[in-house]
């Protein structure tokens, strides 16, 4: 069985190409590959706005949720991105508490979202990586 690829959050970017146009979320490994998830503009909004601790009078819906998880006594473990099927990405929010685990499907950009608030590692599977997967030098990252 494959390991997964430990990925860290290289951002969030706008991509304007000849076949789409939108935010897009780069993950990013320690083998020169990035990994670019088109998603939705709130999740890319919440994305953003956690890496770069933007302070909100109010809680977004990502940090409610994590605080109901909190108040329950459950934790993110960690996110893992495991399939690619015709261009859609699906993933799993793994959720532990007391050492029972939980698993979730959940899209990427909610995973990602969850991940980046707490410090959750984001992995993706060695198929995604190898299906979908670009040089980092292929994109600009800034």
Do not use: W
Request: aromatic share 8%; net charge negative.
């Amino acid at each position: 069985m494959e390991e997964d690829v430990l990925v860290k959050v290289a951002g969030v970017f706008m991509a304007n190409t000849a076949e789409t146009q939108g935010p897009v979320v780069f993950l990013e490994s320690d083998k020169k590959k990035v990994l670019p998830i088109y998603i939705g503009v709130s999740e890319a909004f919440s994305i953003q706005t956690a890496i770069d601790n933007t302070p909100y009078p109010r809680p977004l819906t990502h940090d409610l949720f994590i605080k109901v998880l909190e108040n329950l006594g459950l934790q993110i473990e960690k996110i893992v991105i495991d399939d690619i099927s015709e261009g859609i990405f699906f993933s799993r929010l793994i959720i532990t508490r007391n050492g029972d685990r939980v698993e979730f499907d959940a899209r990427p950009s909610d995973c990602i979202a969850l991940a980046v608030r707490t410090n959750a590692p984001v992995f993706v599977s060695q198929k995604v990586m190898e299906k979908a997967s670009v040089e980092k030098g292929e994109y600009e990252l800034e």
